[in-house]
């Protein structure tokens, strides 16, 4: 095993945990509300919260609640795109998001959460340079919009697919779909047959790079990750695309988070 490509995965591993670890991300979640289409308060949060067919809404209702650095002073209005980034408001401590999943919810980020501080890393297969596999590129004429199931029963998400990656794993071809990944590189959400077994049942992720000029990509198994929805229940992640299930066992990348182990 090289030891360059070694040391590299080591320090992508310690970068990724730390991103993990951030006080104001994924593991401090402490709750999850979808939204009603009346004015209402929820346990331990200031204000009044509501959504309608297009927005959602936040009366401060006396409270001093912020977002983006401003205080809001009146009913403050979110129109948010559908499984896309959400937005914060600052409540005190704590950072209230705003995320639209077909309705409105709410899910508050507490530094203080349970599983943010009994954080211990995540546990990860050793890596083996023989997981960093050739593929090929093939865009659809159009991206696709794909409907996908969700974690959260009778959620669904749709997500913008580019196109397909094929490769070869011990002498058969395996084709993938790809979503739209961070820049230009894509995306790859499936499962395997360690799915269940020593990796998270649902799904795992992995990054892509950009495709080169002639398709060629490069498909790290090693720097597969789990999504939030693997460390937390407060997290609504899509779940792979139909056919994107690997019939064999992927022994590399993040496996099943210490906090999921009975």
Not at 108 to 126: M, N, T
Not at 173 to 190: P, Q, R, S, V
Not at 218 to 229: G, I, K
Request: hydrophobic content about 35%; charged content about 25%.
């Amino acid at each position: 095993m090289s030891a360059d490509f070694t040391q590299a995965w080591r320090d992508w591993k310690t970068e990724r945990e730390k991103t993990l670890a951030d006080p104001y991300g994924w593991l401090a979640l402490v709750s999850l509300d979808w939204l009603e289409n009346e004015p209402r308060t929820y346990p331990g949060l200031p204000g009044r919260w509501w959504q309608d067919a297009d927005a959602a809404y936040v009366d401060p209702d006396g409270a001093d609640l912020r977002h983006d650095g401003e205080p809001i002073t009146g009913t403050h209005r979110f129109e948010l795109v559908n499984s896309g980034a959400g937005t914060r408001v600052t409540a005190g401590a704590v950072e209230v998001e705003i995320a639209r999943r077909s309705g409105y919810l709410i899910r508050v980020h507490d530094p203080e959460a349970e599983v943010l501080r009994d954080f211990r890393g995540v546990p990860a297969y050793a890596p083996d340079p023989s997981w960093v596999l050739a593929g090929r590129f093939e865009p659809f004429d159009e991206p696709r919009p794909t409907t996908v199931g969700a974690v959260v029963e009778g959620l669904s998400h749709v997500y913008t697919a580019p196109g397909r990656v094929h490769f070869d794993h011990d002498g058969t071809e395996y084709t993938l779909t790809a979503f739209n990944g961070h820049g230009d590189g894509l995306n790859i959400l499936f499962t395997d047959a360690t799915s269940g077994v020593t990796t998270y049942p649902a799904n795992r992720s992995l990054p892509v790079p950009r495709p080169a000029p002639d398709g060629t990509v490069t498909l790290d198994f090693t720097r597969a990750v789990n999504l939030p929805c693997a460390f937390t229940d407060f997290a609504t992640c899509p779940l792979p695309p139909e056919g994107n299930r690997l019939p064999f066992a992927v022994e590399a990348g993040e496996q099943l988070p210490y906090e999921r182990q009975s």
